[in-house]
Nanobody, 125 residues
Framework: QVQLVESGGGLVQAGGSLRLSCAASGSIFSINAMGWYRQAPGKQRELVAAETSGGSTNYADSVKGRFTISRDNAKNTVYLQMSSLKPEDTAVYYC???????????????????WGQGTQVTVSS
């Protein structure tokens, strides 16, 4: 059983900062990419940022230069440092990870997608 538990959301004024954390726990052999998605009311879920196990990162254009993703592989944790927040960043933020749970999956290059429960980020103007 694998769980992703997020923390760090909340209410902040425009221009402020927040740091989200997501810790993976359970029967984990290895973790591939980890990332953050968000979903605003009435909109589709979108990728915010992701980082591969090798350290390559990818950001949505709307957050480049303001958000930074990082990982602590020893703790199976991914972070999202959000700065210069805007009201349009308001959304539920979800952690996502590609997790390998067995050696066989690792050999076969497989893994399963896991999601956190979501954490609300609200930016007031």
């Amino acid at each position: 059983q694998v769980q992703l538990v997020e923390s760090g959301g909340g209410l902040v004024q425009a221009g402020g900062s927040l740091r989200l954390s997501c810790a993976a726990s359970g029967s984990i052999f290895s973790i591939n990419a980890m990332g953050w998605y968000r979903q605003a009311p009435g909109k589709q879920r979108e990728l915010v940022a992701a980082e591969t196990s090798g350290g390559s990162t990818n950001y949505a254009d709307s957050v480049k230069g303001r958000f930074t993703i990082s990982r602590d592989n020893a703790k199976n944790t991914v972070y999202l440092q959000m700065s210069s927040l805007k009201p349009e960043d308001t959304a539920v933020y979800y952690c996502n990870a590609g997790i390998v749970t067995t050696k066989r999956q690792a050999i076969e290059g497989l893994g399963d997608d896991y999601w956190g429960q979501g954490t609300q980020v609200t930016v007031s103007s």
